[in-house]
């Protein structure tokens, strides 16, 4: 009887693609978390957004992309200054807005919009991105970037 029931719950395991609970449980943690990094970002609080990153976090942006040229950016200092300083200063009331979230493990991806207008160009922005975030005990450890560079480009003038 025992066996036929470890032999059950074997099955189960696999099937469910080895799901636990407390998985299940990290995965809508870091959602969370990454949903926190929006909300911080939105709300301006840059020490937020920051204190969510491993110290060795390492940052891509999507390629042929304005602020690519450093990629990868390791360590929040480097993602402070290299993106996210580099944006606010090139873009007027830059806004990321994150529509939908998708999480399995320790990965969370965010489909959303950059919207705000270029310093240089007065052109509008509104370009549609995809994030991947990966996050390891409670912290960000990667981030990945995918937008419309092209867009992206255009607006800043370069």
């Excluded at 080895?18 to 990094?37: M, T």
């Excluded at 402070?80 to 969370?108: C, H, K, M, W, Y």
């Excluded at 310093?119 to 960000?140: E, I, Y």
């Amino acid at each position: 009887m025992l066996e036929r029931f470890s032999a059950a719950l074997m099955i189960t395991i696999l099937l469910t693609g080895c799901a636990s609970p407390a998985g299940v449980a990290a995965a809508g943690s870091n959602e969370a978390l990454v949903r926190s990094i929006y909300d911080a970002f939105a709300r301006g609080d840059a020490a937020a957004v920051l204190g969510t990153f491993d110290p060795g976090i390492v940052w891509n942006e999507a390629e042929s992309f304005h602020y690519s040229d450093r990629n990868p950016y390791v360590g929040p200092d480097a993602v402070a200054e290299g993106v996210f300083g580099r944006v606010l200063s090139d873009i007027a009331e830059f806004q990321v807005r994150p529509q939908n979230f998708i999480s399995e493990g320790d990965t969370v991806v965010v489909f959303g919009r950059y919207k705000g207008t270029g310093n240089a160009t007065s052109l509008p922005l509104d370009a549609q991105f995809v994030h991947v975030w990966r996050v390891r005990d409670g912290k960000v450890t990667s981030f990945q970037q995918y937008t419309d560079t092209e867009q992206f480009n255009r607006v800043l003038g370069s």
